[in-house]
């Protein structure tokens, strides 16, 4: 087949849902409608921030034994929090194998002025989750969203670890079951797999993350909505619906109406299965195709919603021009790798995306490598 042949359009257009797309049918009810002309603070704005606290925990399987709250700041207010008022108590493992773990790196050296351990690895790869010392304090990203690299499981985070375990989990939660009993602290954000809106960040807290706030005070001041501990206890109303500051209550009943939607297509069973879908359709599409490849090579390390690809021979500048064919015909969006990855796609396989719109894909990667080898 010629390339001028090849690169005929494929005659249906691939839209990428994206992680903030919503799913069809959405249809506020009353209750969600009148609590946005409200405060926050009032009875209604309260019950439905509880709703949507309770709608997380249900989806999440969340044992009673950990709090979740939701803070400000997306996931990244949320890890900072955590890393604000609990780090210093110990040494500090801050594990980096893609851009957000570096970032956690730079604040615990340039910020908190702590020197950590720091366990790198390139982008597809993950350190040798073994060599961790259990004795300090752990950070790490559950599900790297910029390499398409995860820890494949919890089996390397011990019962009877000393220090605790931190897990940036904002593209894994709703995609994964998470271990809840190995996982000390987690935060993540409505915008990755529940497609909801961003702004507001969740954090989780296990027995061991509490005893520590109301143990330990930093050294550092703590800024206002850092703050989670009053007069050496923990502030409950936090995880209760009252929030440290104001609320978008319209991105909360979005949170809510995309939970409502989990629940309706099985809960957390429902979500995993969509995205495990999803990435077995774009792994089809992979193995089929000689130029691509995925950048996370060991199956079992790889993500299954941020998936991350290689080009042959591709530069920033091919990759570029790539990701602008598709967009211009509208056929996929936002499908170039992060600006600190190396060059590549980036294919976003969460629980909103449908498996046929990813099928779809593929003739449309076809036309753009196509359109631009000829070139």
């Not at 926050?40 to 606290?53: E, S, T």
């Amino acid at each position: 087949m010629t390339a001028l042949a090849l690169a005929r359009k494929p005659a249906r257009p691939f839209f990428s849902s994206g992680p903030c797309a919503k799913p069809p049918g959405y249809s506020p009810d009353k209750l969600a409608i009148a609590s946005l002309g409200r405060s926050h603070r009032a009875k209604i704005g309260k019950a439905r921030l509880q709703l949507c606290l309770d709608l997380m925990r249900e989806t999440l399987g969340l044992p009673e034994t950990h709090r979740i709250g939701i803070v400000p700041g997306s996931d990244t207010g949320a890890y900072e929090m955590a890393m604000w008022t609990m780090l210093g108590a110990r040494g500090v493992t801050a594990m980096a194998w893609e851009s957000f773990g570096e970032g956690w790196v730079t604040d615990a050296v340039k910020q908190l002025k702590i020197d950590p351990i720091v366990p790198r690895a390139d982008y597809g790869q993950l350190p040798d989750l073994a060599a961790v010392d259990w004795t300090t304090d752990v950070l790490f990203t559950w599900n790297g969203t910029t390499s398409g690299v995860r820890v494949p499981n919890g089996d390397w985070i011990p019962d009877d670890r000393q220090g605790l375990s931190f897990a940036d989990a904002t593209s894994a939660v709703f995609a994964y079951d998470m271990p809840w009993d190995k996982i000390d602290v987690a935060t993540f954000s409505w915008q990755k797999v529940l497609g909801g809106e961003g702004a507001h960040g969740v954090l989780i807290l296990g027995p061991r993350a509490v005893e520590r706030l109301e143990s330990y005070t930093p050294a550092w001041p703590l800024p206002k909505v850092f703050r989670l501990v009053s007069k050496g206890k923990l502030t409950e109303g936090v995880f209760k619906g009252e929030t440290i500051n104001t609320p978008s209550m319209l991105a909360v009943e979005d949170a809510i109406f995309a939970l409502e939607w989990a629940k309706s297509i099985g809960g957390l069973e429902g979500t995993k299965a969509r995205c495990a879908a999803n990435a077995a359709a774009l792994g089809k599409i992979v193995a089929e195709r000689e130029w691509l490849g995925h950048l996370a090579l060991d199956e079992a390390n790889r993500s299954m919603t941020s998936v991350c690809l290689t080009v042959e021979g591709a530069d920033a500048d091919f990759i570029k021009a790539f990701a602008g064919l598709l967009e211009k015909e509208g056929a996929a969006f936002d499908i170039a790798g992060y600006r600190d990855a190396p060059p590549g796609l980036r294919i976003w396989c969460g629980a909103t995306v449908d498996a046929a719109d990813i099928e779809a894909l593929g003739p449309w990667l076809d036309w753009a490598w196509a359109t631009l080898k000829a070139a």
